[in-house]
């Protein structure tokens, strides 16, 4: 039982690179969520999805862009590389509303 | 607006005492509260939730929590601490308006001493 698979784990960008971060999940869940987590500053929702082909932003959007063509994967796209978005990329899901939701184990991105 | 506040940074608590890490939420409506637990290099765990029901809620590893209305506090407990419990630790509460939206609290880590 995979539940939330994150890659890759670890990722140095140069400035205005981009790339994408894939998160899959094995447990069917409609709701897909994805966090960042800076020292000291607990975790901050990006972009969720409450099934494929929707998705919403949250709280610190600016620089991501996500899709939600299936069920399984939410993948998150950095366009244009910035320090600020130097940081540890969660994503998680959830089965229905009230219910916890599950974490992957990150992805450490720098860029430098 | 709803938030969540961990006013300590870190806790530190002997090997075999209580330990208790402070949670205070504010939202709109009733609240759903969560903790949960991350270990190094690694993503969160879920602990325990109140929903509704008894404002004392037992979780994983012999962990509680106390929900206090008056208070809008939801604190985690443990009767006896072990130094494997040494961890970051967040509360969250459900975002009103669905989604299932968590807002986090900082984080408070934990450092059990043996």
């Known amino acids: 039982n995979a539940g939330v698979t994150q890659t890759p784990k670890f990722r140095i960008l140069k400035i205005g690179q981009s790339m994408t971060l894939q998160c899959t999940q094995d447990?069917?869940?409609?709701?897909m969520y994805w966090y960042r987590q800076d020292p000291g500053m607990g975790l901050k929702l990006i972009y969720y999805?409450?099934?494929?082909?929707?998705?919403d932003k949250g709280e610190v959007p600016n620089g991501y862009n996500v899709s939600r063509s299936t069920t399984e994967d939410f993948p998150l796209r950095l366009e244009l590389a910035a320090p600020s978005q130097t940081s540890v990329y969660f994503c998680?899901?959830?089965?229905?509303?009230?219910?916890?939701?599950?974490f992957g184990d990150g992805t450490r991105l720098s860029i430098l | 607006a709803q938030s969540v506040a961990q006013p300590e940074d870190q806790v530190n608590v002997a090997e075999g005492n209580p330990l208790t890490v402070k949670c205070t939420y504010s939202?709109?409506?009733?609240?759903?509260l969560f903790w949960y637990v991350q270990y190094p290099n690694r993503g969160l765990q879920f602990l325990l939730k109140?929903?509704?029901?008894?404002?004392l809620v037992k979780g994983s590893y012999g962990f509680e929590a106390e929900f206090n209305k008056s208070q809008t506090s939801f604190h985690l407990k443990k009767p006896s601490a072990l130094v494997s419990d040494s961890a970051l630790y967040f509360c969250?509460?459900?975002?009103?308006?669905?989604?299932?939206?968590?807002?986090f609290g900082a984080g408070t880590r934990l450092a059990v001493h043996p």
């Open positions: 939202v709109s409506g009733n609240p759903y």
């Open positions: 999805s409450v099934g494929a082909g929707i998705t």
């Open positions: 998680a899901s959830s089965r229905a509303l009230g219910q916890p939701q599950h």
């Open positions: 969250a509460v459900r975002e009103a308006g669905g989604y299932n939206k968590l807002i």
């Open positions: 109140y929903i509704t029901g008894d404002n």
């Open positions: 447990m069917n869940h409609n709701y």
